[in-house]
């Protein structure tokens, strides 16, 4: 599974996973983490056949957990 933060600081997480997904077809699950909602940087991962986009304010930690088994199912 690919858990990649997508705003982080002078690195474009979003072109890691473009990079993961297109250029080196690893296609393994992915949830995509911002500090704020985006709706443009959204679509973009969506783009990119993710699993799940999660707003790190608003989601606890037993929640990802959740998510994260019911993708690995």
């Known amino acids: 599974?690919?858990?990649i933060d997508v705003s982080i600081e002078n690195v474009k997480g979003i072109e890691i996973?473009?990079?993961i997904r297109e250029k080196r077809k690893i296609n393994l699950p992915a949830i995509v983490?911002?500090?704020f909602?985006?709706?443009e940087l959204e679509k973009k991962a969506k783009k990119?056949?993710?699993?799940?986009?999660?707003i790190g304010a608003e989601i606890?930690?037993?929640e990802l957990v959740k998510r994260i088994k019911k993708i690995l199912k």
């Open 1 to 3: 599974m690919i858990l």
């Open 17 to 19: 996973l473009k990079e």
């Open 33 to 35: 983490f911002s500090i």
């Open 37 to 39: 909602r985006d709706e």
């Open 48 to 54: 990119l056949k993710i699993n799940d986009f999660v």
């Open 60 to 62: 606890l930690p037993d």
